[in-house]
């Protein structure tokens, strides 16, 4: 938390920077990030591609090559896990101070690793999926919304539901933004389960789609692609059929050993 506040100023100009790129106001909520942010992976020649993978501790992983560059995010994952495995990615691809340092990099899911750009890449996705002046508005309306029954979990839930994030990000997000207090919430907080979000989610109606994995498999369009820019090379006499048929038969050994 002490990371955050310090590079919090940072990551927002980091935030408003990619927002404007987008052609988006970063004083609204960001609708379907994966279809706003497309077209800038795209010019960065970079393709996102979803597919199940066999471990389920790994939220992303980005392979570097000389001319491409792939992120492939794990929809064995809740959807809520994927959204912020993109956000966390988009600042290595976008933001990172150092390039690279190896052709393939791992995002470990829910994993917050002592190392600045892993911290700086967790701080960005929280701030671009979150914003502060809608992400403060919407809490102050549940705030003021609760009865009897609600708690600070029922806050963190309808947060989960608006944002589509998982719960430790919005758990952390409202303490970034001092919406609540240390001590026993904190503590309490800190305690609850899978099965205690699922059950108020299931209370308050709420879209509980978004806490399982959506199991989608981008391979048929990928291979697609590389078959489509492979006859192209073909025509032009850049590579032959047997090389094009090398790639896609490797990149079939490559899915089949991540797929799960």
């Known amino acids: 938390m002490d990371y955050n506040h310090e590079n919090q100023q940072k990551m927002i100009n980091c935030v408003r920077k990619f927002y404007s790129q987008m052609n988006m106001d970063y004083e609204r909520e960001l609708p379907n990030l994966m279809l706003m942010a497309r077209p800038l992976f795209n010019k960065k020649n970079f393709l996102v ?3 199940p993978f066999k471990d389920k501790e790994i939220g992303a992983l980005c392979y570097k090559s000389d001319f491409f560059g792939y992120t ?15 956000g966390h990615e988009i600042y290595h691809i976008f933001y990172q101070q150092e390039s690279f340092k190896k052709k393939i990099e791992l995002y470990m899911n829910e994993h917050y690793f002592r190392y600045d750009e892993e911290l700086s890449a967790n701080l960005f996705a929280g701030i671009l999926l979150m ?3 809608s992400f403060q508005l919407v ?11 609600d708690t600070e ?3 963190i839930a309808k947060l989960m539901s608006v944002f589509e994030v998982p719960y430790m990000a919005v758990v952390i997000r409202c303490y970034e933004l001092g919406l609540l ?7 309490r907080l800190l305690k609850v389960d899978n099965i205690e979000i699922e059950k108020e989610f299931s209370r308050l109606w709420l ?3 978004i806490l399982k994995p959506t199991k989608r498999d981008d391979y048929k369009r990928l291979e697609q692609l590389v078959r489509t820019v ?8 850049i590579l032959k059929e047997d090389a094009i048929q090398k790639v896609l038969e490797n990149m079939g050994k490559i899915y089949n050993e991540i797929r799960g």
Do not use: H, Q, W, Y
């Open 49 to 51: 591609i979803e597919m």
């Open 153 to 155: 979990v029922t806050l």
């Open 181 to 187: 207090p240390d001590g026993d919430v904190l503590e």
């Open 230 to 237: 492979g006859r192209d090379c073909k025509n032009k006499e």
């Open 72 to 86: 492939f995010l794990n929809s064995a994952l809740p959807k809520v896990n994927v959204n912020f495995a993109l």
């Open 207 to 209: 879209n509980d789609e």
């Open 131 to 133: 914003p502060d002046p």
């Open 139 to 149: 809490f102050r309306k549940f705030e003021n919304e609760k009865d009897g029954r």
